[in-house]
């Protein structure tokens, strides 16, 4: 750990910084003392802003924390989908656009508060009349389209957690979630359209279900009209759903009631069962989409273009902007389909004023050039955010210039699937924010850069981020796995919550992300485990041993690169066909987000004396760096080795 706490140290200097335009600061929702009134009192702070919900029952305390359990607004009651949809229909804005939906054929649909509510009550009564109840988890599994987030919400009004499982991911890797939250029912659909086709989902639904699992019923939604296989278990949506009552009073649940479980990739091959509750969660991503996007709901058009099947769509297209009552645009294509202005076109189409997205794509679109921005009209937007992993500075200015035309506050958002909430962003009316810093923690919200002794860093110095004071929309645990939870986020710094990223302070006292600093790789913003593609590689018959790094990579920020030792004594394919099938080997296992950019063929790995495989090393061969120190290693020539195997490959391709 030291070796990477000292290479935490080394850092640029960023000497740009941009105010908010003083138009902007005076109509913005926060103002400058939102910091210290949240800071004289915090509880007091989030319990105002627990407020802006709708309770059926207020609570009788804000906290009980003994660390690492948390519980928020204890004893209060309320339900999820009736705060991001019957209110605003109660209150006379069921007239109000909630989704522009854009199916990359170009079909789209507008979906107003109070179409959403019927269609949320119409789907909550087919998952009761499919024998769904409070408690009972249903596994969700579709493309970006409407019926997705209906389905989230639904679930929530009836009480049963929703897992949402990203339709990137295999059948392998579906099955594996159904198999720990032990769902009930798999919501999905025949496919969807991606890159100019349609893709099939339902297949995949089928292959997992052919595993153990207590999976009773599947609900299919018919998008792409392909045909489908079909079984006894499964239900067309558009059947039960019409045939249901548009009537449909919700119960109120425990604050504590389980929202939703997410799964998410950490340092072991199984990944870890997020789960989230309601009260406190829905304070939280309510709040800080509020003054993070400065949301005007009359007048603003939203745009967030995360996928529902990871936590970005979760907070901040399913519930903060539903909650606020925002008008938002959900796409379900890829950029670059049937063209690559194709999400500055949908920008101008709808006059999007806030637009939300990733780096990558940011990076993406530098690279495809100004002229697709430049050839739509995109003065419409008033405010730019990023999430998911650093964005160095000459993304950052090329999206203030070129998307933003200098006018738009850039909002760098820092958080995770576990915080469920942003955590660490400026605040757009009043932060002087610098090209590439998350600058600091929001209002109600404690985080800190300290060294290995849990020690704060001095400004100017670099360590681990840490969260140490309680957030209301904080994990609740590791679903069936309590062990994990303390262990994974607790036990770094004792009774501290590690995020398990690096990070620096500059001179002025302003948080910049540096990375995780475990074993999670970041490839396009999702999170990926070098230990599970490693077990993914190693179950391939061929492969005796992996080890896998994430490289550097201009465009995704990381790249997957594999190192592999083949079994000897069995038969198997050589060269480019070995390749091709470790890397769809990897697809089937994970899903092709997985794939590695690079896999290299050695004869042995570097390893410590006591049998740890040195990943510091072969970063170094994977990055074209000069290998580290290696006097450690069990047989120090070993680098030498794979870095000219490395050469040798290099000069093949
Ligand atoms: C990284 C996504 C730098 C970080 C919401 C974190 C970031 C992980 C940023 C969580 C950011 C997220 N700057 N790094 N603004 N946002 N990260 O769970 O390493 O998919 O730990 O949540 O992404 O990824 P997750």
Redesign the pocket.
């Known amino acids: 750990m030291s070796q990477d706490h000292e290479s935490l140290e080394n850092l640029l200097q960023e000497d740009r910084f941009f105010l908010p335009s003083p138009e902007f600061a005076a109509q913005a929702n926060a103002q400058p003392d939102e910091y210290a009134h949240a800071n004289m009192d915090r509880l007091a702070f989030w319990e105002e802003q627990a407020s802006a919900l709708t309770w059926e029952k207020k609570w009788d305390a804000v906290l009980e924390w003994q660390a690492p359990y948390a519980q928020w607004f204890i004893g209060g009651k309320l339900n999820a989908s009736v705060n991001a949809l019957d209110r605003h229909v109660a209150e006379g804005r069921g007239s109000r656009v909630a989704f522009h939906f854009e199916g990359e054929p170009g079909d789209t649909q507008t979906i107003t508060y109070a179409q959403l509510l019927t269609e949320v009550k119409k789907t909550a009564n087919a998952l009761i009349e499919i024998g769904i109840k409070a408690g009972d988890r249903v596994a969700i599994y579709m493309p970006m389209i409407p019926e997705a987030a209906i389905a989230m919400l639904a679930c929530a009004r009836i009480g049963a957690p929703h897992s949402v499982v990203f339709g990137g991911f295999s059948a392998d890797a579906l099955l594996s979630r159904i198999q720990d939250a032990d769902a009930k029912l798999v919501i999905t659909s025949d496919g969807g359209f991606r890159k100019g086709t349609a893709f099939a989902l339902k297949p995949a639904v089928d292959e997992a279900l052919k595993g153990q699992h207590n999976v009773e019923k599947v609900l299919v939604v018919a998008r792409t009209k392909q045909d489908v296989a079909w079984t006894d278990r499964d239900i067309w949506w558009h059947e039960i759903v019409a045939r249901q009552s548009a009537e449909h009073i919700a119960e109120s649940f425990d604050a504590e009631h389980p929202l939703f479980i997410l799964y998410?990739s950490g340092t072991t091959a199984k990944p870890k069962g997020i789960f989230h509750t309601t009260g406190g969660y829905l304070t939280q991503v309510a709040y800080t989409h509020k003054v993070v996007f400065d949301l005007k709901p009359e007048t603003d058009v939203y745009w967030c273009t995360a996928d529902v099947g990871?936590?970005?769509g979760h907070s901040y297209v399913v519930y903060g902007p539903l909650i606020n009552g925002a008008t938002q645009v959900m796409y379900e294509g890829t950029p670059d389909t049937p063209h690559k202005g194709r999400i500055f076109e949908i920008v101008a189409k709808y006059g999007v004023t806030i637009l939300y997205t990733a780096p990558t794509l940011i990076r993406t679109w530098m690279k495809w050039g100004d002229e697709f921005p430049l050839a739509h009209n995109l003065e419409s937007l008033r405010l730019l955010g990023?999430?998911?992993?650093?964005?160095n500075p000459e993304a950052w200015m090329w999206y203030r210039e070129i998307i933003g035309g200098n006018r738009c506050p850039i909002v760098?958002?820092?958080?995770?699937?576990?915080t469920g909430a942003i955590m660490?962003?400026p605040l757009p009316g009043i932060t002087a924010t610098k090209p590439g810093s998350?600058m600091r923690p929001i209002p109600g919200i404690s985080a800190k850069v300290v060294d290995d002794n849990a020690t704060p860093v001095a400004d100017g110095h670099g360590g681990y981020l840490i969260l140490d004071q309680p957030w209301p929309a904080m994990l609740r645990g590791v679903w069936g796995e309590d062990e994990r939870y303390k262990e994974t986020y607790w036990s770094r710094f004792n009774g501290i919550y590690f995020?398990?990223?690096g990070a620096k302070l500059d001179n002025e006292g302003a948080i910049w992300?540096l990375?995780?600093v475990d074993d999670?790789m970041?490839v396009s913003?999702?999170?990926i485990s070098t230990t599970e593609v490693e077990s993914a590689l190693v179950s391939h018959e061929a492969v005796a041993e992996a080890a896998v790094v994430g490289a550097a990579d201009a465009m995704t920020g990381q790249g997957i690169v594999a190192f592999v030792i083949l079994r000897s004594g069995i038969a198997h394919a050589s060269g480019d066909e070995l390749n091709t099938q470790l890397r769809n080997h990897v697809a089937k296992e994970i899903g092709a987000i997985a794939k590695p950019r690079q896999i290299l063929i050695v004869n042995e790995l570097p390893k410590t004396r006591s049998g740890k495989i040195m990943r510091r090393l072969l970063r170094d061969v994977a990055e074209d760096r000069v290998v580290g120190d290696a006097t450690t290693l069990a047989d120090p020539n070993i680098m030498k080795k794979i870095a000219e195997g490395l050469k040798t490959a290099k000069d093949e391709d």
């Open positions: 998410t990871w936590i970005t990023t999430v998911g992993e650093p964005i760098d958002t820092w958080w995770q699937t576990e660490i962003s998350a995020a398990g990223d992300l990375g995780r999670v970041n913003g999702h999170r």
